[in-house]
Nanobody, 117 residues
């Protein structure tokens, strides 16, 4: 059974940092592309960052320079380091793992990030 479990969310003050984790099981994690998204209330899901199996990264303009995506294939875990957080970063953050030859795109349930003073 495939599982992606996000953790690391919480309440943080503006300007603070959080590191989110996405722990995967049931898939050969190292050959999957990992992508982070977020969704704020009343808004569409937003792409944040992606990292391929080869380590190539890409970021949304809104988070480039503040967020860093990474992965540890030994631990089967993806990460999203978030710095200089702003109130508008408040959302549920979810990770996705997919691969062109897997018909299923795998999602976690998400973790809440709230940026507020």
């Amino acid at each position: 059974q495939v599982q992606l479990v996000e953790s690391g969310g919480g309440l943080v003050q503006p300007g603070g940092s959080l590191r989110l984790s996405c722990a995967a099981s049931g898939i050969p994690f190292m050959i999957y592309t990992v992508t982070w998204y977020r969704q704020a209330p009343g808004r569409q899901r937003e792409f944040l960052a992606t990292i391929t199996s080869g380590g190539r990264t890409n970021y949304a303009r809104s988070v480039k320079g503040r967020f860093t995506i990474s992965r540890d294939n030994i631990k089967n875990t993806g990460y999203l380091q978030m710095n200089s957080l702003k109130p508008e970063d408040t959302a549920v953050y979810s990770c996705n793992a997919d691969r062109s030859d897997d018909p299923i795109s795998h999602w976690g349930r998400g973790t809440q990030v709230t940026v507020s003073s």
